[in-house]
C-alpha cells in the first residue's frame, strides 16, 4: 500500500468514528447545508433590519431534532429545529416564528434560561453536514425515524417564558414584520397550528412538564396578534415566490436527508416530479444505496437547471460518497466556483481531491480548503480534510493545529490541549498559525478547568 493509500485509509477510519461519536448525540447536532442556511439568511435578514440589530451579529442556527421549536438561548443566536421547519407550510410561515424570537433578543430575554442555555451549550459542533450527508447521517434514521413525528411532539417547550415577556414579544415580532413590509398572515397560522396541536392532544402530565403551562397559544393571544396584523399595511402583501420556491425545495431537501427512505417515497411519490419532489426522493436513494437512482433525480434537477450549485453539490456528493471521486470533481468544482467558494461547499470538493488519492490534487485541496476554513472557522470536516493534506506533505506542525482546530470545536478539551502544544511547539515563533495555536491552548486549558471545578 502506498503512503497515500494509508493516508486516504486513515482519514476514512476517522470520518467512520466521528459518525459513531455523532450518533448518540444526533438530537443535539447541528445541521448544516448552504442551501439552507443562505434560506435562513434571506428569511432573517429584513426582520433583523427592521429590529435595528445589526444583521452580521445575527445567527440562525438549524438543531437535528424533529420537534417543533424555535428559543434563544442568550447572545444573538436563534436556534431552530428541523422539526419547525418541516411543520411549517411556507417561508412566510417561519419568518413569524424568526420574528418572534428576534423579539426576544432585543428585549433581552432567555428563553427557559436554565433550560436553553444547558442545552445550547450541549450542541456538539461537530456538525452534521447536509453536503457530507449519508455517510455521516446514520445518526439521522436511528435517532430521527422520520422527521414527521416532530408534528406529533409538537409543543415542548417551544417560545416558553413567562406570559408578560411573550405577550412583548409578540408584539415585538409583529412590528418587525410590519417594518420589513411582511405579511403576518405566516405569524397567525402557525401560532393556529400549534393550538390546535394543543386541542388535539390535550396536556399529558409530560407535556406540563415540558411546557411550563406559562403561555399556552390561547386564543386570546392569537386574536391579539390577529387584530394588529391584519389593520397592518402589509397584510395583504403577496409573499415572496421565489423565496417560497426555495423554502419547499430545502423543506424537501432536509425531510430526505434525516426521514427514513420508505417514508421518504410515501411522501414524494414517483408520480410528483416536482423539484422538491426529486431533491428528497434524491437523498432518500443516496442513503438507501440505489446510487444510479440518486444520479438519475440529480440529473433530473441539473436538467431543469445546469447552474445550480446545490444541485451540482448533490451529484458531487452521491458521486464522492458512492466511491467514485474523480467523477465528483467535476460538479463539485462547478459548485464550488459559482459559489464564490462557500466554505462548506467547499469543504465537500476538498475532501474529494483528497479522495482520489493522486497526490498532484493535494495543493488544489489546500488552496480550496484554506479558503474555506478562512470564511468558516466552525467547520470542523474542512479543518479535518486540511490537517490531511497537511500530514500528506509532512508539515506536521500545520497538522497538529488543523486537529486542535477540530477538537476544540468537538469540546474534545483534553486532545485540543495536546494538539495546540504540539503544534505551537513546531511552528516559527511570533507567526500567525503559532499565535492560534496558543489561543487554542488557553481555551482548550481553560475549559478544562472550568470543568473540574465545576466537579
Avoid at 445541521?31 to 433590519?49: C, N, V
Avoid at 391584519?230 to 395583504?236: G, L, Q, S
Avoid at 493535494?362 to 476554513?373: D, G, I, K, T
Amino acid at each position: 500500500m502506498r503512503p497515500a493509500h494509508k493516508l486516504f485509509a486513515y482519514a476514512l477510519a476517522l470520518i467512520a468514528a466521528c459518525a459513531l461519536a455523532i450518533q448518540p448525540a444526533a438530537a443535539q447536532s447541528i445541521l448544516r447545508d448552504a442551501e439552507t442556511e443562505a434560506l435562513l439568511r434571506d428569511l432573517t435578514y429584513p426582520l433583523i433590519e427592521a429590529s435595528e440589530l445589526e444583521p452580521e451579529n445575527v445567527e440562525i442556527v438549524l438543531i437535528n431534532d424533529p420537534s417543533i421549536n424555535a428559543f434563544v438561548a442568550g447572545g444573538q443566536v436563534i436556534y431552530v429545529h428541523a422539526g419547525l421547519i418541516n411543520a411549517a407550510d411556507s417561508a412566510n410561515e417561519v419568518q413569524g416564528v424568526l420574528a418572534h424570537e428576534l423579539g426576544h433578543i432585543t428585549a433581552g430575554h432567555v428563553v427557559r434560561f436554565n433550560e436553553r442555555g444547558r442545552a445550547a451549550q450541549g450542541i456538539t459542533i461537530l456538525s452534521l453536514l447536509l453536503g457530507v450527508g449519508a455517510a455521516l447521517a446514520g445518526a439521522g434514521d436511528a435517532a430521527l425515524g422520520a422527521i414527521m413525528a416532530g408534528q406529533q411532539a409538537a409543543l415542548g417547550s417551544f417560545l416558553a417564558f413567562n406570559r408578560n415577556q411573550e405577550a412583548s414579544t409578540d408584539l415585538a415580532g409583529a412590528r418587525y414584520l410590519s417594518g420589513a413590509g411582511i405579511s403576518g398572515r405566516g405569524m397567525i397560522s402557525f401560532f393556529e397550528k400549534l393550538r390546535n396541536f394543543e386541542i388535539r392532544r390535550g396536556f399529558s402530565q409530560a407535556d406540563e412538564a415540558a411546557y411550563g403551562r406559562t403561555h399556552p397559544l390561547s386564543g386570546d393571544r392569537i386574536q391579539i396578534l390577529r387584530g394588529l396584523l391584519t389593520e397592518d399595511p402589509a397584510w395583504d402583501t403577496p409573499n415572496d415566490p421565489d423565496l417560497q420556491t426555495r423554502f419547499l425545495a430545502a423543506q424537501a431537501k432536509l425531510y430526505g436527508y434525516l426521514a427514513e427512505p420508505q417514508r421518504t417515497f410515501q411522501q414524494y411519490p414517483l408520480s410528483d416530479t416536482s423539484v422538491p419532489a426529486r431533491y428528497a426522493r434524491a437523498y432518500a436513494y443516496h442513503k438507501d444505496a440505489q446510487v444510479e437512482k440518486a444520479l438519475a433525480e440529480a440529473d433530473a434537477l441539473l436538467a431543469s437547471a445546469p447552474d445550480n450549485p446545490y444541485f451540482l453539490e448533490l451529484k458531487g456528493q452521491v458521486l464522492l460518497e458512492s466511491g467514485r471521486p474523480e467523477e465528483a470533481l467535476v460538479p463539485l468544482r462547478r459548485a464550488t466556483n459559482l459559489t464564490l467558494n462557500q466554505p462548506l461547499i467547499a469543504g465537500i470538493f476538498g475532501h474529494a481531491l483528497i479522495a482520489t488519492e493522486d497526490e498532484s490534487n493535494y495543493p488544489e485541496a489546500e488552496q480550496v480548503l484554506r479558503a474555506a476554513v478562512a470564511k468558516d472557522r466552525f467547520n470542523p470536516f474542512a479543518w479535518y480534510q486540511l490537517g490531511v493534506v497537511y500530514a500528506a506533505r509532512g508539515d506536521i506542525p500545520r497538522a497538529r493545529l488543523a486537529s486542535a482546530e477540530q477538537q476544540v470545536m468537538s469540546q474534545r478539551f483534553p486532545e485540543a490541549l495536546r494538539s495546540a502544544q504540539a503544534a505551537e511547539a513546531g511552528l516559527p515563533r511570533g507567526t500567525p498559525d503559532w499565535i492560534r495555536a496558543q489561543d487554542i491552548a488557553l481555551q482548550a486549558r481553560a475549559e478544562l478547568e472550568r470543568i473540574r471545578d465545576s466537579r
